[in-house]
């Protein structure tokens, strides 16, 4: 096997620099993992014909709740004490075709060595905070237009070719800022998975804390150069009041958001809230958020997570949308990693994306080898965050995206299909010769937008 250059990058910081107020995100890396508490819940598949409730009546298990236009249901079991007897049974059934733990899952942000003082300081000086430029319809950050990953990926070359127009990107994460003026003329009502009311990422916070977020976060921020981003809400405010944390993982829906749109301007975006603002949910949740993206007929469905849990029964939900004609693309995790139990980037019928840097080199906090296959810039990428600022973040949580959009902007200038996918990884840049180590191991390369657009029908 290939071995991966010495480098391991991990983690969740935060630096600020004058993005109109804006907190610049210098490495906010998303991995969901296991909680420690275990599962909720049992998801079931039934075969052809069988009654739920006559499988409920045989274990003594109860109904909590169905993935809408399919057989999968998830059920609990009064009394459960967590051992392995009742989900034998249920895997015993003949009248279950699939039954598994609905394992609960949370959005880690991985902590990150110091990073070193002058190369932060020497990309915040990339970044000009201040100046505005028209773009779609609203004024948004020249930063984030201009920004140099769009370059690379030759997606500002494209501009007059394809827009991403008559074209919708669904993404699977933790909501959105629904009025952060770049995003609000492209954003569809979208689905909320976890209160059942809107997508909002700002919608399940406490008054006092979004009160805080609203009014004196962005002056409290531009006062302190790196803080981490799961402190304490008291510490980070020193509000003196110690009863609230700050949501480690609020902003992250607004930035996959951001990217998409960048990319794709003129594509609708469609999200589905799954994950709360602590980065909370179940294997079930995010089961039930890939059947919504296809039961919405979307044209791509982003993933921008990533977990070690394997999940038959969330395959087979992304083998219908694919089927459906839906393209899913994820992230491929930031463990600096050649796994390739990494889900759901590592499923056959997913792009799996791994995270380069402005040089074309693996950034060091990216997985590798199965899993990737394609990689986009994912260092440094300027995006939006809640409360109207943008923010430069970290990890192939946002390499996604920009695949993402790459593939509306194929889907809105051809006839969509599954050779969009196709061609995002068949005309992406090899980059093995600036990766020692890693031949064969970066997926088709880095993608090229200007190249795939290229391709006749």
């Known amino acids: 096997m290939a071995r991966r250059p010495n480098e391991r990058g991990k983690g969740i910081m935060v630096m600020r620099v004058r993005l109109l107020g804006a907190v610049c995100l210098l490495a906010l890396i998303l991995t969901i993992t296991r909680a420690q508490s275990g599962g909720q819940g049992y998801i079931v598949t039934l075969k052809n014909g069988r009654s739920i409730g006559a499988l409920n009546k045989a274990h003594d298990t109860k109904t909590v709740g169905q993935i809408a236009n399919t057989a999968t249901y998830l059920i609990q079991a009064d009394g459960d004490d967590g051992s392995a007897t009742v989900l034998n049974n249920l895997q015993n059934d003949s009248g279950v075709d699939v039954a598994e733990k609905n ?14 003082p002058a190369l932060a300081q020497q990309m915040a000086e990339l970044l000009d905070g201040h100046t505005l430029t028209a773009f ?15 370059n690379i990926t030759h997606v500002s070359d494209v501009r007059s070719v394809s827009t991403g127009a008559g074209t919708r990107v669904a993404y699977i994460d933790t909501g959105v800022d629904f009025d952060h003026p770049a995003l609000r003329p492209w954003l569809d009502p979208g689905v909320d998975l976890v209160f059942g009311r809107s997508a909002s990422e700002l919608d399940g916070l406490s008054q006092q804390m979004a009160e805080l977020l609203d009014q004196q976060m962005a002056e409290l921020l531009d006062n302190r150069f790196v803080f981490a981003l799961n402190q304490a809400m008291a510490e980070l405010l020193d509000s003196g009041n110690g009863s609230n944390t700050f949501p480690s993982e609020l902003g992250h829906g607004t930035l996959v958001a951001g990217i998409i749109h960048v990319v794709a301007p003129a594509a609708r975006i469609v999200p589905i809230k799954a994950f709360d603002a602590y980065g909370n949910t179940t294997m079930f949740t995010i089961i039930e958020a890939v059947q ?35 393209t899913v693309v994820a992230s491929a ?12 980037a590592s499923y056959p019928t997913v792009i799996g994306v791994g995270a380069t840097d402005f040089a074309d080199r693996l950034a060091s906090f990216s997985n590798y080898g199965q899993s990737v296959s394609v990689t ?7 995006s939006t965050v ?7 973040a970290w990890g192939t ?34 980059i093995d010769n600036l990766n020692p180590g890693l031949q064969g191991m970066l997926g088709m390369g880095r993608i090229n937008a200007q190249q795939a657009l290229k391709v006749k029908n």
């Open 103 to 116: 394992h609960r899952l949370r959005l880690r942000s991985r902590d990150q060595a110091a990073l070193d």
């Open 397 to 430: 949580s946002f390499s996604a995206p920009m695949v993402s959009g790459a593939v509306a902007l194929l889907a809105s200038a051809r006839a969509h299909g599954h050779s969009d996918s196709a061609l995002v990884r068949t005309t992406a840049d090899n």
């Open 386 to 392: 809640p409360g109207g600022r943008y923010a430069a």
């Open 136 to 150: 779609y319809g609203t004024n948004v950050l020249k930063a984030y237009v201009d920004q140099p990953a769009l």
């Open 292 to 326: 919504q993206a296809r039961d919405l007929n979307v044209d791509v469905l982003n993933m921008s997570f990533s977990t070690n849990q394997n999940s038959e029964t969330l395959r087979r939900a992304i083998v219908s949308a694919h089927a459906a004609g839906v």
């Open 333 to 344: 995790g930031n463990d600096s990693s050649a796994s390739k139990d990494w889900y759901p």
């Open 376 to 382: 986009a810039p994912g260092a440094y990428v300027v």
